[in-house]
């Protein structure tokens, strides 16, 4: 879908007032000419953007781009074209990264630092570091000038206030996925902190860096500038910072049962340019009792997987008893580098003797569970190669065997959903995945998760059906003690329609030189159920998304573009007269 923009001339909201404005503009100044203008500034302080304005426009930067005649109508509070006034807007998104990027990276890695993270049987609005962050970020808004409101500790409310009575939400999140500190560590043997920001290179490593602790720092800095810089605005904006949206999902519903939704919605949650479609998350429950070992041989008394349904971690360790350890380890270690040559020789599996046990390894490339074919799951490859050996390695059969051949047998390495024969897609949002992720165990139970992700094609109820009949089937025939719960929601899609998504549209593509189209997304976000909701970056598409994954980064540069183009949205959003 293509929406081509139309250069039509308007009143200046930033001058006299409001006006009509059927479409949005280009803004007459390229990335390359932004670069220039930032680079000009790097050793330079401002203090204003009026005085900002006026350096650009007396160099060469403002004969180059085109911009002296923006910035001399605007200074001298004249009425601006629609050009004039967007060229303005992405002046005022290089002023706020050029004056406030330094401080906002401190406040990325002060906000990364609070390991907020759920913890088993402690409400998030009870958790002591969620009470921390939401102290943390009342004191940035009121440091800011910006109003803020503790929703029952479940939504932080920053708001920012136009003429207007129309909201546009803008939503992040400061809860984060749980680590495995054992996993953060690189390729040439560094040790990462998840909850400290290391800078390596251009990067940034750091739970939260880009899910989603840089949105929330991005919005804050955004809307600090055109508050202290007064600039008017048709319409009111409010950041609502969820603490749920990795886990329950329930602080957002909560939250709009006490308080107005926004008309428009957007999360800075997911990819670029803009996002209009959403697949349904769902989720595949194994549950397997435990039970003592039977037969003869080594016995897996253990196994590890991802900490949540929604990520794909970079190692798996099934850790095994045997009279013959030294024995058990070397044929694990044949039988494994046999299993890698066979598929594919992406990944590697390694067998040793630690103490009296072996532990079996198998290192793949962590995932965004929304994204499996950016990673290489050793969680489904641990379960196929322990069925795999079954036979050939004297193993005792329990819980874990039992998990292995139901991995095997219905799911395998296929995430397509291919192999149950559940698999489908539809044009534009891709193909279901499915994607074995989450390994749970306690002395009662094994719990064995697939995530799934669900385009449109199909309907919710649908799916499981077709997903719950073929998984009885297998029970009834395999006879394995396990049962399941399933859960499917609805796919998001909305119809792009309107100023406001043409705007976003334009400013993100412009800024980031890509393709003039709207895209479609596998993760779910909290605008998911509400009205005019849409993802607004603030990950590209072309590049792997690193949140959820071990060693999660931000590169500073991406950073530094993300509150660039963010203010730039506050801006051209806030002053439109119609969405």
Known sequence: MHFPLKKLVTASLFAAGLSTLATPAFANISAEQSTAIIKRFSDTSVTDFRGFLGTVAKGDLG?????????????????????????????????????????ALETLRELVEIPTFNVDGLPQYKNPEFLKIADKIQSL????????????????????????????????????????????????????????????G???????????????????????VI?????????????????????????????????????????????????????GYGTVMATFPVRKGEGKGAEIISMTGG?????????????????????????????????????????????????????????????????????????????????????????KHNHITDAARYAADNWGL????GKLGVGFADDFMGPLTTSLTFVGQDAKAFKLAVNLRVPKGKSPETLKGQIADKLSAWDKKSKVNVSFTYSVAAPMYRNPEGEWVKALLAVATENLGM??????????????????????????????????????????????????????MIGRVGQLPKL
């Open 307 to 395: 900490a949540a349904t929604n990520q794909i971690p970079s190692v798996s360790v099934a850790t095994l008893v045997s009279d013959k350890p030294a024995e058990l380890a070397a044929s694990l270690q044949k039988a494994g580098a046999d299993y890698v040559k066979a598929n594919g020789g992406d990944f590697a599996v390694d067998a040793k003797v630690v103490g009296k046990e072996v532990k079996l390894t198998v290192t793949g490339v962590s995932a965004h569970s929304s994204a499996p074919q950016s990673g290489v799951n050793p969680v489904a490859r641990m379960l196929e190669l322990i069925h795999g050996v079954d036979g050939k390695i004297a193993l």
């Open 227 to 279: 508050k202290e810089e007064k600039l008017p605005l048709a319409r009111n904006f409010k950041l609502l910072v969820d603490t749920t949206e990795e886990t329950s999902g329930d602080a957002i519903p909560y939250y709009f049962e006490h308080n107005p939704t926004p008309q428009y919605n957007l999360a800075l949650d997911g990819g670029y340019p803009v996002v209009i479609a959403e697949k």
């Open 63 to 103: 004969k180059t781009a085109d911009v002296g005649p923006a910035i001399d109508a605007f200074l001298a509070n004249k009425t601006l074209t629609a050009d004039q006034q967007n060229e303005i807007n992405r002046l005022l998104g290089i002023y706020t990264r050029v004056k406030y990027g330094k401080a």
């Open 202 to 224: 251009d990067r940034m490593y750091g739970r939260g860096t880009e899910d989603d602790k840089n949105g929330i720092v991005v919005a804050m800095y955004a809307m600090k």
């Open 414 to 417: 296929d995430y397509l959903g």
């Open 141 to 200: 808004a009121e440091a800011f000038n910006l109003n803020f409101r503790n929703v029952d500790n479940r939504v932080y409310e920053i708001s920012l206030e136009g003429s207007g009575d129309e909201v546009v939400g803008i939503h992040a999140h400061a809860d984060v996925v749980p680590v495995t500190p054992e996993n953060w560590v690189l390729k040439d043997g560094t040790k990462l902190d998840p909850f400290k920001v290391t800078l390596i």
């Open 515 to 568: 393709e003039h189209k709207f895209g479609t997304s596998a993760g779910a976000t909290s605008v998911h159920e509400l009205p005019n909701g849409v993802q607004f970056g603030l990950a590209r598409p072309e590049e792997k998304y690193t949140g959820h994954t071990d060693g999660e980064f931000k590169t500073v540069d991406q950073f530094l573009l993300d509150l660039q183009i963010v203010t730039e």
